[in-house]
T-cell receptor
Framework: EAEVAQSPRYKITEKSQAVAFWCDPI?????LYWYRQILGQGPELLVQ????????DSQLPKDRFSAERLKGVDSTLKIQPAELGDSAMYLC???????????????????FGQGTRLTVV | SQQGEEDPQALSIQEGENATMNCSYK?????LQWYRQNSGRGLVHLIL?????REKHSGRLRVTLDTSKKSSSLLITASRAADTASYFC?????????FGSGTKLNVKP
């Protein structure tokens, strides 16, 4: 069964250091999402790609976060410099916009990777 | 915010009992979905209900959707200890998913 791959699973970094996360979506999924999930809360969207283009990065702290999806396939999310408040789970998800049914939206679901648990010390 | 809001925030039941979680949202949607998240793991898709549907079943799961009230419910029947997890509703519209804050379910053996 196709899966969204993320690495690393766990990352401990010191504050002010740089850290990067990688995501490989399900093959053929044009839409890729990066979410941040603070313990006890729901996922919050950081950035959304449609193919290689960013379509929403309104909640991305652009002074320290960057994301790219150069060939419209896998994606990297970077934090530089990391701060204590960045400790969270970073989730990647992908979706097929039509849900495979040819009707935009009706059957679209998001498929999530296992996430990267980031701890900034 | 377009996020869904789940109710209750936490639920503790005995194995074999039914668990009901509710979700309310604010805007029109294409579909609404429920996800499960075990501690420290990613989200697993459980069930999707389209905006033109009112009820859907999958195994021990039953989802209802009332678009006039902008609300949904997830019923897990005959719960098991393995159902212990956080459950999130997510609304989908305009190519975006919006998640609520989740219901933490604890099923005691």
């Amino acid at each position: 069964e196709a899966e969204v791959a993320q690495s690393p699973r766990y990352k401990i970094t010191e504050k002010s250091q740089a850290v990067a996360f990688w995501c490989d979506p399900i093959s053929g999924h044009a839409t890729l999402y990066w979410y941040r999930q603070i313990l006890g809360q729901g996922p919050e969207l950081l950035v959304q790609f449609q193919d290689e283009s960013v379509v929403d990065d309104s909640q991305l702290p652009k002074d320290r976060f960057s994301a790219e999806r150069l060939k419209g396939v896998d994606s990297t999310l970077k934090i530089q410099p990391a701060e204590l408040g960045d400790s969270a789970m970073y989730l990647c998800a992908s979706s097929d916009r039509t849900g495979g049914a040819g009707i935009p939206g009706r059957n679209t679901e998001a498929f999530f990777g296992q996430g990267t648990r980031l701890t900034v010390v | 915010s377009q996020q869904g809001e789940e109710d209750p925030q936490a639920l503790s039941i005995q194995e074999g009992e039914n668990a009901t979680m509710n979700c309310s949202y604010k805007t029109s949607i294409n579909n609404l979905q429920w996800y499960r998240q075990n501690s420290g793991r990613g989200l697993v898709h459980l069930i999707l209900i389209r905006s033109n549907e009112r009820e859907k079943h999958s195994g021990r799961l039953r989802v209802t959707l009332d678009t006039s009230k902008k609300s949904s419910s997830l019923l897990i029947t005959a719960s098991r200890a393995a159902d212990t997890a956080s459950y999130f509703c997510a609304t989908y519209n305009f190519n975006k998913f919006y998640f609520g804050s989740g219901t933490k379910l604890n099923v005691k053996p």
